[in-house]
């Protein structure tokens, strides 16, 4: 069995793929921002964070603005059997 040498978040950023995402490296980025003594690591975790971030803005602006992608708003959605087809 092979253990993992060092600490987990001084490996590169995962990619951002939601809202959700995003607002936690932008916490993670100001906690990392805010320390004073950082570390190299520290400062590559940082980096890629601030990467992955931007490709998310990027991927964000290309979509469109008319395109939120929040279901939520929308209310419940209807099924094929929720229209009375089949009642006498």
Request: negative net charge; glycine residues 12%.
């Amino acid at each position: 069995m092979t253990r993992r040498i060092g600490n987990a978040a001084s490996g590169p950023a995962r990619p951002i793929k939601t809202k959700r995402d995003y607002e936690g490296a932008s916490a993670v980025i100001k906690r990392l921002s805010g320390e004073t003594g950082r570390d190299s690591s520290a400062e590559l975790r940082l980096q890629a964070l601030l990467r992955e971030m931007d490709k998310f803005d990027d991927a964000e602006d290309s979509m469109g603005t008319d395109f939120s992608g929040d279901y939520d708003d929308a209310g419940p959605r209807r099924r094929w059997s929720d229209d009375g087809a089949g009642v006498d």
